[in-house]
């Protein structure tokens, strides 16, 4: 079956400090995928997505990288704000791309 | 630009009765899929409906089922509910197809079961 995890359950930071929280995924055939942000009471909410023929891409405060080879993806938030407090999840498409996969999620705690 | 709307917010259910969930997509999506979200399991995949049909599903019991409308608005029913049942609910929509685009979440239904 498929599974995605994350390397970390919690992780704080102070505000303005850059944060990398990390995810691995085990199927290598996962084509696209993507981070949420989950505020408490609300819906995850689509924060930035890669594709597998991409290694990095960018959004504002927010950078996505993919390495395919260790299947390992991470999402770096910029000048982290208080804001920016939320459980974050990763998420894959795995093998027939018919539904996504989520990771059990980072919870970002910015210290003011 | 409306987002995705579930109702209700709340509920409350008795071991052994059922419920129905709703869920209206963003305008002009077609595709609609159901998450559970609990502590211990994270998001999991329930199912999901694209003009009408059931076109994936996940591993759960046959008392998870749902169903689409003409105007993409979807349902979900749980018969029999158990006290594992209690979860969030999340309703996501996709303008096409499930693995090109990512969702829009709903706000989700929290269920309690007692």
């Known amino acids: 079956g498929e599974s995605v995890g994350l390397h970390l359950p919690t992780l704080s930071v102070q505000e303005g400090d850059n944060s990398i929280i990390n995810c691995a995924y085990s199927?290598?055939?996962?084509?696209?995928f993507i981070w949420y942000k989950q505020e408490s009471g609300k819906g995850p909410q689509f924060i930035i997505d890669i594709r597998s023929n991409m290694d990095k891409r960018q959004g504002q405060r927010v950078t996505v990288l993919l390495n395919k080879t260790v299947k390992h993806l991470s999402l770096q938030i910029a000048a982290t704000q208080p804001g920016d407090s939320a459980v974050y999840f990763c998420?894959?498409?795995?093998?027939?791309?018919?539904?996504?996969?989520f990771g059990t999620g980072t919870s970002l705690t910015v210290i003011p | 630009k409306a987002g995705v709307t579930q109702t209700p917010r709340y509920l409350i259910k008795t071991r052994g009765q059922q419920v129905t969930l709703s869920c209206s997509p963003i305008s002009g999506h077609r595709s609609v899929s159901w998450y559970q979200q609990t502590p211990g399991q994270g998001l999991q995949f329930l199912f999901e409906?694209?003009?009408?049909?059931?076109?994936n599903k996940g591993n759960f019991p046959g008392r998870f089922s749902g169903r689409q409308f003409s105007n993409s608005r979807s349902e979900m029913n749980v018969s029999t509910l158990e006290l594992g049942d209690s979860a969030l609910y999340l309703c996501?929509?996709?303008?096409?197809?499930?693995?090109?685009?990512?969702?829009?979440f709903g706000s989700g239904t929290r269920l309690t079961v007692v």
């Open positions: 998420a894959e498409t795995g093998l027939t791309g018919n539904q996504f996969y």
């Open positions: 199927n290598s055939a996962s084509d696209y």
């Open positions: 996501a929509s996709s303008l096409i197809s499930t693995g090109n685009y990512g969702y829009t």
């Open positions: 409906y694209f003009s009408e049909t059931q076109r």
